[in-house]
């Protein structure tokens, strides 16, 4: 299990939650489970703990909430150099492939995240590409409360009706141009996923 935090960046949290679950109605599964809980830095952590330059960071909260729920670059402003830069999805997918690498008998491969962790979740689902192979372990994708979620079309939800959905009339439009823009929308999506199609999105999240 792949456990991602909120926005308060509370991973020994995530970690906590993930092992109380396992225990419930007397069914312990810790002697065949692993639980992974990464940590995204926001640049008031790379100033409080002061780390070494080789960690990513993301700037703090964007206009659209946490930038590292999407998938942005990791950030490297003056103050904090990095001669690097790296997508919060594609750290994932680095961590992903060093837990196949220790347990090459994995059965199962869990993504799961709450609120913030949960947008991630839910994006990342529908945008990564990396490949395991024919005899990788069946992932899952499990998400709650995400606050918002990227519509993978440019229909939305009419009025209340949240079964009945149509691209928004012009004058919405004009109001709010870039609603279907990432990471509402699949529309100016970032460098990680740039050329993915429609047709891929659909696939991963068939």
Do not use: K
Not at 25 to 42: K, S
Not at 58 to 82: L, Q
Not at 138 to 157: K, Q, S
């Amino acid at each position: 299990i792949i456990n991602l935090h909120g926005a308060s960046r509370e991973a020994e949290i995530a970690m906590a939650n993930v092992l109380t679950g396992g225990n419930w109605h007397d069914r312990p599964v810790w002697d065949h489970t692993a639980v992974v809980c990464p940590q995204f830095l926001f640049t008031n952590d790379i100033e409080y703990y002061n780390p070494t330059d080789s960690l990513f960071y993301w700037h703090n909260i964007g206009a659209t909430g946490p930038t590292w729920c999407y998938g942005e670059e990791s950030d490297n402003h003056e103050d904090h150099p990095r001669s690097f830069s790296r997508s919060s999805y594609q750290c994932l997918d680095t961590l992903a492939v060093l837990v196949l690498e220790s347990f090459p008998n994995l059965e199962n491969l869990v993504f799961a995240g709450h609120s913030a962790g949960a947008r991630f979740t839910q994006r990342y689902a529908l945008v990564t590409r990396w490949d395991i192979g024919l005899n990788s372990p069946r992932i899952l994708f499990n998400y709650a409360n995400p606050a918002v979620y990227a519509y993978i079309g440019p229909e939305r939800y009419v009025g209340d009706n949240w079964d009945q959905f149509a691209i928004p009339p012009q004058n919405e439009i004009d109001e709010c141009p870039e609603y279907d823009d990432w990471p509402f929308g699949l529309q100016n999506p970032f460098e990680y996923f740039f050329d993915i199609t429609p047709e891929e999105v659909l696939e991963n999240y068939g």
